[in-house]
């Protein structure tokens, strides 16, 4: 949530420390942020699927959009055919995104084990990210090895007995041989 905040106050200060509205009239940015603050109140948030003023005060404010709503007297039936299929392609859209999500999901599940490593386990580690080698990336191992575990940092992530000759950090990811 700060991450958010933070990404929407850069943008809404990014124009400056005042702008002129579309009437001409100067407007300092400060007195813009209830405007805000309630936007991001009243916006469904994907986490939750629902918006921060209602968790928080259990109703949402009506905004000048809801009073708009009800005041719509006709519309053109073209323009509503229109939304019609609108909301359905989309309303299709989400039920086939969510079909592949659960499809992902089921088929990485299938296939994926959570990796039991005890002390003493002889283990590769991988040099991706090794970049103190003379050798070209293309040349080398994709992994060195086996080392011996002597502390299980956490499920993937272990340190290793490593020979003096080595400099680098003894917190890896490792595979079993």
Known sequence: MIQKMRDILRRFCAYGMEYKDHEGYTQDWVTLLPAVQLAYNTSQHSTTGKTPA???KGWNPQLPVDYLKN????????GKDFHDMWKRACDTAIKFIAEAKEYNRRRC?????EPDFKEGDQVLVS?????NLKEPKKM?????GPFTIINLIGKNSVEVCQ???QTQSTSMTAKTP
């Open 109 to 113: 599940d299938k296939t994926h084990m």
């Open 71 to 78: 005041k719509i007297l006709t519309i053109h039936p073209t």
């Open 127 to 131: 040099t991706l990210n090794f970049n």
């Open 140 to 144: 080398r191992d994709s992994f060195v």
């Open 163 to 165: 020979p003096v000759t």
């Open 54 to 56: 209602l968790l928080e």
